[in-house]
């Protein structure tokens, strides 16, 4: 057995899909690559008020003022064809891309097949893909093929003859010429056809009319050209009107990230990492790569991910195109132990330093690595580590540090220090003003004096009056405190 | 020794300290807010305790720096690995960061440090703030510290205070030893009022 799946007015299908109610507005499809633009495909309600195929851009203005008139685009329509593919792999290991929004399906060696589940479960899954298809089962893919274009959504041949008698006669592709012979005949079906006989309607006819009854008959099989489905999961969308708010760009984002997550699920994948194109109208590209610290497939966190993100995101120039892609990955499943420190909510946790990232700034959120250098405060900040869970046992590390803890004035506060036989002796500072009891220093440090950073200063530990102990530091001629020992 | 007393029946943080833990019967308890007041010295050594036992265990911790005056220089890059260091310029946008992470409830232990930020930026703290954060880390399993320069957290349930002054001489001890020798106050726990408050000293 074999089934077809049929997407009628495929190019307008793959158009619609990314926009959310389009289908039930009059809209038409043009092809600009012409020299003169006529509408290709067109919606119920386009057709509803008057709008026919072949009619240019002008004229099916005239019968609507609501009328949207939409550019075929390459790139919907491949991932039209995408999303087609992988719908029908989920079902079928042995699948074929027939023509644009025709995809034929092997259904032999599945188990226990009920046609009619499966072809309504077909018919549902391209609808969560915003593909409204429809489904024919029949012995051959030619039949199947047949079904499929006469199916309302779905249609299971299980008697052919009966099922092609009651066809027309136009369903099997008689040439205009011919189809207007067969019509003075009074021959409207193909059951009427085929009871002509094949040789003298090849008589009558030619070589046209034995292709023609050969289909008509639909006995005879034929291999499938099979493929593999691609795996890429992009979606894609250039707005007929500019975007400048994040509003209508969420709401298409989500519908993007939906359709993207369907697709990833049917192949068993989640997804990986994320990556948003935005065009601008200065035609500067802008894109960002959000990689998923824990591949899921829940729509909620990845919106969140990319909404926290855009939230920050300041441009000069409004959006005209859009390009969301899916990277698929392997889920990650991982059982939490009872007195494990492994984080709950990798995807979370990492939104959560998106916010606080947009909150600080990039270089105040992180794990402080420090430096190879003598110099003090001397640390950079690096993206925290979500894998520091990996190693396990307790850390031993040789315990050296001796004194109080230094709590850092950053930038260090300036002061003024009156020296008595080379020691402090009083300090004036916006943190402390008084009478220094004891110190301990001074200690002397410089280094990098072979490039432009090279740095020199002297230390001192003041006990002052307050009773409180002080780092004080002297670069070149100015003295700062640089802490409070605490 | 029964199970009851090995298994705290609130799960908690160990903090490395041996006061700390002794006082609170483990360590700082989860889904709690803890305030440290550290009026005069030690906050900081504190701070740097935990962080270097939580290292040890491989443990995360948030640390939101209300005025970043945390020093990572005495900390090994090993014991900081698990470290989210979240360094903010006023007491307000430490506030907000602190809510960012408790929500986020992956980390074990959020110290909010606010003792080194002026009184002025402290005294704008609304007082339903300290609530909410409550509400927040009461349904996770996250322990919060807060350490504040006076006593101000309204919803901590538990309330320990920091008497300590350092000298120079201290640079003579270990980091172990002078911790060890500092005096904790238990002045609030678990829903009462601790009229006399309990000392401990490490022996």
């Known amino acids: 057995m074999f089934a077809v799946i049929y997407v009628s007015d495929f190019f307008l299908q793959a158009v619609l899909r990314a926009e959310a109610g389009l289908e039930k507005r009059p809209v038409v499809l043009i092809d600009p690559a012409q020299k003169k633009p006529v509408v290709l495909q067109l919606t119920a309600a386009a057709r509803g008020v008057g709008i026919a195929e072949g009619m240019s851009p002008t004229q099916a203005l005239a019968r609507s003022t609501l009328l949207q008139i939409k550019p075929r685009c390459a790139a919907q329509e491949k991932a039209a064809t995408d999303a087609l593919l992988q719908c029908a792999y989920s079902f079928s290991p042995n699948i074929e891309s027939t023509a644009s929004g025709v995809c034929t399906l092997d259904l032999a060696g599945l188990p226990n097949l009920q046609h009619e589940e499966l072809a309504n479960e077909l018919a549902q899954r391209l609808a969560m893909l915003h593909l409204p298809a429809q489904i024919g089962i029949g012995e051959n893919p030619w039949l199947a093929l047949l079904a499929a274009r006469a199916a309302q959504p779905c249609c299971v041949v299980s008697n052919s003859t009966e099922f092609l008698n009651a066809l027309p006669v136009e369903s099997i592709g008689p040439s205009l010429e011919t189809f207007a012979i067969l019509r003075k005949w009074g021959i409207y079906t193909v059951g009427q056809f085929v009871a002509l006989g094949k040789e003298p309607l090849s008589t009558r006819l030619g070589a046209e009319a034995l292709a023609l009854h050969e289909r008509a008959v639909a006995n005879s099989t034929r291999p499938l050209k099979l493929v593999r489905p691609p795996q890429i999961f992009e979606e894609t969308i250039a707005f007929e009107h500019e975007i400048e708010t994040i509003e209508p760009l969420l709401f298409i984002l989500r519908r993007f990230l939906e359709q993207l997550l369907v697709r990833l699920e049917m192949m068993y994948w989640v997804a990986q990492e994320l990556r948003l194109r935005l065009r601008f109208e200065s035609d500067e590209p802008y894109e960002k790569t959000f990689r998923i610290p824990a591949p899921t497939a829940n729509v909620e966190t990845l919106f969140r991910m990319l909404h926290t993100h855009l939230e920050t995101l300041r441009a000069d120039h409004p959006i005209v195109g859009l390009e969301l892609s899916a990277t698929p990955g392997r889920a990650i499943n991982h059982q939490f132990g009872l007195f494990e420190s492994v984080l709950r909510d990798p995807n979370h946790f990492h939104e959560t330093l998106a916010r606080l990232t947009a909150l600080v700034g990039a270089e105040r959120v992180g794990t402080p690595v420090n430096e190879e250098s003598y110099k003090p405060d001397a640390f950079r900040m690096e993206a925290v580590r979500l894998d520091h869970e990996g190693k396990s046992g307790r850390l031993e590390v040789c315990d050296t540090a001796r004194g109080p803890a230094l709590y850092r004035f950053r930038p260090p506060t300036p002061a003024r220090v009156q020296m008595t036989r080379g020691q402090p002796a009083a300090v004036e500072s916006s943190v402390f003003e008084g009478a220094v009891c004891d110190t301990r220093g001074p200690w002397r440090a410089s280094g990098q004096w072979w490039d432009k950073e090279h740095w020199g200063r002297e230390e001192w530990d003041v006990e002052a009056s307050d009773g409180r102990l002080y780092r004080l530091c002297r670069e070149a001629k100015d003295w700062f405190v640089e802490g409070v020992y605490d | ?203």
């Open chain 2, 1 to 203: 020794m029964g199970l009851a007393e090995k298994l705290p029946a609130r799960p908690c943080f160990a903090t490395g300290v041996a006061q700390i833990d002794g006082l609170l019967q483990g360590g700082l308890s989860k889904g709690v807010v803890t305030e440290l007041v550290s009026a005069q010295a030690g906050g900081a050594l504190t701070l740097r305790r935990i962080l270097r036992h939580a290292g040890e265990e491989r443990q995360r911790v948030a640390l939101i720096d209300g005025a970043d005056g945390f020093d990572p220089a005495d900390l090994n890059n090993e014991l900081l690995a698990g470290l989210l260091w979240v360094r903010c310029t006023d007491a307000a946008q430490a506030l907000k960061a602190a809510d960012l992470v408790l929500r986020d409830g992956n980390m074990p232990l959020v110290i909010l440090d606010l003792h080194g930020n002026p009184a002025k930026q402290l005294r704008k703290i609304p007082g339903t703030t300290w609530y909410r954060l409550q509400r927040i880390i009461e349904p996770t399993p996250t322990a919060l510290l807060i350490v504040t320069p006076k006593p101000m957290v309204s919803s901590a349930e538990v309330r320990l205070s920091l008497a300590n002054q350092f000298t120079l001489q201290s640079w003579e001890q270990t980091e172990a030893e002078l911790v060890s020798r500092m005096k904790f106050v238990l002045q609030r726990a678990a829903a009462t009022e601790v009229h006399e408050p309990m000392a401990v000293e490490a022996s």
